[in-house]
């Protein structure tokens, strides 16, 4: 990175520690978390939020994989915090998108009962507050660069939620040379449907670039949601143009792919936010943005979950647990880690906190603000909660424990020296147990239901032949 003088941090460490009192993160702080960040600095802070699609837990060497290195997000992770109990509002994508933008348990939203969106008559209803229209109200200018998968035209899209600028794709994948889905091509600038040749990771990073040097010139803070859709298949890496060419855009989810074209695709994707951190850090922007990298569920079938099982569309670890990094000036301590469980739709209470704003008190978040957490508070028990319709599946962890039910079989394990969810406690922790299913029940009663919803587009009978069975543990 080229060494600029750093510009006057939005707020320093120091301050926060004034604030929180003697020694590092008090009892109060820990009584009372959001008091220490009471007061919004005079220059807001930029955000930067980047998404990996389909990548688990374990896919980059500083979380533990062994096969490939990942050096730009190993790099970011040591200038700051490290989330080892961070988790996906969903074990697939456009719900967890959906809680994103909403800040909200995507049961609540009608679109959010559909696992994923697809076609048409679907969609985040434009009315509902997002965290780019909340950002807006706040001052900011608010971009989209990659996937939506949140409804289509006309009725849905990233302009009429909140943004003022969308370049990428609008459905769930696109191949990653013809950028379509098997009917032509699926890139938009804006509500203009467009043609352009490249490798997609490559391209969004490239147009992340033009967005940076577009608003270092300009006054207002801003948000950059930067969702690559990398590394979700189809299985093709950078120099994997004969292999998009095969398959003419009819992206076939269990065709093809291997360990070595999947490091090739998880490396493209370090390497191209290491382009766009190096421009972040050429223009001084660094002390002023909020950088974010994380996934919107567990891993698929190269991905590397361990120590957890369970994979991508399971309430297992493994398809909710995933990787979180956050460098944020003046609130993370570099190179600390910890394993206070987070969530994808706690970032909207966070940065609006950070920015002088708060949720609409029509739709309440469901989320926390996470800077005290980041800042390195202990843990304060609270619930989070899952379903998935295919199988049935049920969650809740609390604590150490998590309760998990697939097709009406229940379990109770203790997640913290149980990764593995193995050792089924049911019968050894009855009390426990009753209590976490008493809860499920008790919030699922507050969520929205739709039993003509249909996971994944597919009829029931037809889930396993396009997933596998799930493997009870």
Same mark, same amino acid.
């Given at each position: 990175?080229?060494?600029?003088?750093?510009?006057?941090?939005?707020?320093?460490?120091?301050?926060?520690?004034?604030?929180?009192?003697?020694?590092?993160?008090?009892?109060?702080?820990?009584?009372?978390?959001?008091?220490?960040?009471?007061?919004?600095?005079?220059?807001?802070?930029?955000?930067?939020?980047?998404?990996?699609?389909?990548?688990?837990?374990?896919?980059? @060497?500083?979380?533990?994989?062994?096969?490939?290195?990942?050096?730009?997000?190993?790099?970011?992770?040591?200038?700051?915090?490290?989330?080892? @109990?961070?988790?996906?509002?969903?074990?697939?994508?456009?719900?967890?998108?959906?809680?994103?933008?909403?800040?909200?348990?995507?049961?609540?939203?009608?679109?959010?009962?559909?696992?994923?969106?697809?076609?048409?008559?679907?969609?985040?209803?434009?009315?509902?507050?997002?965290?780019?229209?909340?950002? %807006?109200?706040?001052?900011?200018?608010?971009?989209?660069?990659?996937?939506?998968?949140?409804?289509?035209?006309?009725?849905?899209?990233?302009?009429?939620?909140?943004?003022?600028?969308?370049?990428?794709?609008?459905?769930?994948?696109?191949?990653?040379?013809?950028?379509?889905?098997?009917?032509?091509?699926?890139?938009?600038?804006?509500?203009?449907?467009?043609?352009?040749?490249?490798?997609?990771?490559?391209?969004?990073?490239?147009?992340?670039?033009?967005?940076?040097?577009?608003?270092?010139?300009?006054?207002?803070?801003?948000?950059?949601?930067?969702?690559?859709?990398?590394?979700?298949?189809?299985?093709?890496?950078?120099?994997? %143009?004969?292999?998009?060419?095969?398959?003419?855009? %009819?992206?076939?989810?269990?065709?093809?792919? @291997?360990?070595?074209?999947?490091?090739?695709?998880?490396?493209?994707?370090?390497?191209?936010?290491?382009?766009?951190?190096?421009?972040?850090?050429?223009?001084?922007?660094?002390?002023?943005?909020?950088?974010?990298?994380?996934?919107?569920?567990?891993?698929?079938?190269?991905?590397?979950?361990?120590?957890?099982?369970?994979?991508?569309?399971?309430?297992?670890?493994?398809?909710?647990?995933?990787?979180?990094?956050?460098?944020?000036?003046?609130?993370?301590?570099?190179?600390?880690?910890?394993?206070?469980?987070?969530?994808?739709?706690?970032?909207?209470?966070?940065?609006?906190?950070?920015?002088?704003?708060?949720?609409?008190?029509?739709?309440?978040?469901?989320?926390?603000?996470?800077?005290?957490?980041?800042?390195?508070?202990?843990? @304060?028990?609270?619930?989070?909660?899952?379903?998935?319709?295919?199988?049935?599946?049920?969650?809740?962890?609390?604590?150490?424990?998590?309760?998990?039910?697939?097709?009406?079989?229940?379990?109770?394990?203790?997640?913290?020296?149980?990764?593995?969810?193995?050792?089924?406690?049911?019968?050894?922790?009855?009390?426990?147990?009753?209590?976490?299913?008493?809860?499920?029940?008790?919030?699922? #009663?507050?969520?929205?239901?739709?039993?003509?919803?249909?996971?994944?587009?597919?009829?029931?009978?037809?889930? #396993?032949?396009?997933?596998?069975?799930?493997?009870?543990?």
């Amino acid at each position: 990175m080229t060494n600029l003088p750093p510009k006057s941090p939005a707020f320093s460490r120091r301050d926060t520690l004034k604030t929180l009192g003697a020694g590092a993160i008090g009892a109060s702080a820990a009584a009372h978390p959001l008091t220490a960040f009471a007061q919004t600095p005079a220059r807001k802070p930029n955000f930067l939020f980047i998404m990996a699609d389909d990548l688990g837990y374990a896919d980059l @060497s500083c979380y533990g994989r062994r096969e490939y290195r990942t050096p730009v997000l190993d790099r970011l992770a040591t200038q700051g915090i490290r989330l080892t @109990s961070a988790y996906a509002n969903s074990a697939i994508c456009s719900p967890t998108r959906l809680a994103l933008i909403t800040g909200r348990y995507q049961y609540r939203i009608p679109a959010g009962l559909v696992e994923p969106l697809g076609g048409t008559g679907h969609g985040l209803d434009p009315a509902h507050p997002t965290l780019p229209s909340l950002l %807006k109200a706040q001052g900011y200018h608010t971009a989209l660069i990659g996937k939506w998968h949140m409804g289509s035209l006309p009725d849905y899209g990233p302009l009429k939620s909140g943004y003022d600028e969308f370049w990428g794709n609008r459905g769930g994948a696109v191949d990653y040379f013809s950028h379509g889905f098997g009917r032509g091509s699926d890139l938009w600038d804006g509500d203009v449907q467009i043609e352009e040749s490249g490798y997609y990771t490559d391209m969004l990073a490239q147009r992340s670039l033009q967005f940076l040097d577009a608003r270092a010139k300009a006054d207002k803070p801003w948000l950059l949601s930067l969702h690559f859709t990398a590394p979700h298949w189809p299985w093709e890496g950078p120099g994997d %143009k004969a292999e998009s060419d095969r398959i003419a855009g %009819k992206i076939v989810h269990y065709d093809g792919g @291997s360990l070595a074209t999947y490091a090739e695709m998880v490396t493209a994707l370090d390497a191209a936010i290491g382009r766009v951190l190096a421009r972040l850090s050429e223009l001084g922007l660094d002390e002023e943005t909020v950088v974010v990298f994380t996934s919107d569920n567990g891993g698929e079938r190269f991905s590397d979950n361990w120590p957890f099982t369970g994979m991508k569309s399971e309430l297992l670890e493994g398809g909710l647990r995933v990787p979180l990094i956050v460098r944020w000036p003046g609130v993370t301590v570099a190179g600390s880690t910890s394993d206070v469980p987070a969530i994808s739709m706690d970032f909207l209470p966070t940065f609006l906190a950070a920015a002088g704003g708060a949720p609409d008190p029509a739709y309440p978040s469901d989320g926390v603000d996470l800077r005290p957490v980041l800042a390195g508070a202990p843990p @304060s028990d609270r619930p989070l909660f899952w379903r998935f319709g295919r199988r049935n599946q049920k969650a809740l962890r609390l604590g150490r424990y998590k309760y998990l039910s697939i097709d009406g079989n229940d379990f109770l394990f203790d997640v913290v020296t149980d990764p593995l969810e193995r050792a089924n406690l049911k019968e050894r922790q009855p009390a426990i147990f009753a209590e976490f299913q008493a809860r499920f029940e008790t919030w699922n #009663a507050t969520m929205l239901t739709d039993p003509t919803a249909r996971s994944y587009g597919f009829e029931p009978d037809q889930l #396993a032949d396009h997933f596998g069975p799930i493997q009870p543990r």
